[in-house]
């Protein structure tokens, strides 16, 4: 099998930031090849059920999901917890331990057997709540790639947004025409976003900064 620089995993979960990622794999033809973790965290019913429209927009070749059940055993994130509401005083709780290596630790072993050159991510550049989601992550995680692979050891690690934040991905995301209307970013509800979580906060912030209006609705 010989590794196809036309493939990509792209993670995906609904989110606007890896949806942006996926719209740029997209622009570079890639052929994309969508990931979903389910990780118990309270919004998966929404990130799904998005994830499933996005995969017929983008013509994704595949949608995987996954489960990974010990991420909600384990705790440790307001994310996992419906009985904990994220504001603008706890929002630390985002952080969910050691998530986003998982992510790209299965989104690799599907890159070698897909024979995909690289994966996309949606880790943006900014301030960071969590720390899996930085440049030196990504950076480090590339070479634990290089490391761990057999079948191929060049597979890329491509995070599109890392040298932006959420005012960055909104501009990126609107001159590809990414459909915001599809994609979700709040970590509270699943029916109207609750306009006070940290993603919440900076997504009306980029979207202003934008002179767009966000396309969902809030509480």
């Known amino acids: 099998m010989k590794k196809d620089n036309k493939k990509a995993v792209c993670l995906i979960s609904g989110g606007l930031d890896s949806t942006v990622a ?8 890639y052929d994309l090849y969508f990931l979903f973790c389910d ?3 309270k919004t998966v019913a929404r990130e799904r059920a998005l994830v499933k429209t996005l995969v017929r927009y983008f013509d994704a070749r595949q949608l995987q999901e996954v489960k990974i059940p010990w991420i909600k055993k384990f ?3 307001a994310l996992l917890d419906p009985k904990i509401p994220l504001n603008e005083k706890n929002f630390l709780k985002e952080y969910v331990p050691f998530r986003n290596s998982q992510f790209l630790a299965i989104a690799t072993a599907w890159a070698e057997v897909l024979g995909a050159g690289a994966i996309f991510v949606g880790s943006s550049g900014g301030d960071h709540i969590c720390p899996d989601n930085s440049r030196s992550f990504i950076n480090s995680f590339q070479k634990v790639i ?6 191929f050891k060049n597979i890329q690690i491509i995070a599109p947004l890392l040298a932006t934040d959420k005012t960055g991905a909104v501009k990126i995301g609107k001159k590809l025409r990414v459909p915001f209307e599809l994609t979700w970013s709040c970590h509270n509800r699943t029916d109207k976003a609750c306009g006070h979580c940290s993603n919440c906060r900076s997504r009306i912030e980029a979207f202003g900064l934008n002179g767009m209006k966000d396309p969902i609705k809030y509480v």
């Open 22 to 29: 996926a719209a740029v794999a997209k622009k570079k033809e």
């Open 39 to 41: 990780y118990g965290q």
């Open 75 to 77: 705790g440790g994130s």
């Open 146 to 151: 290089k490391e761990g692979t057999m079948m």
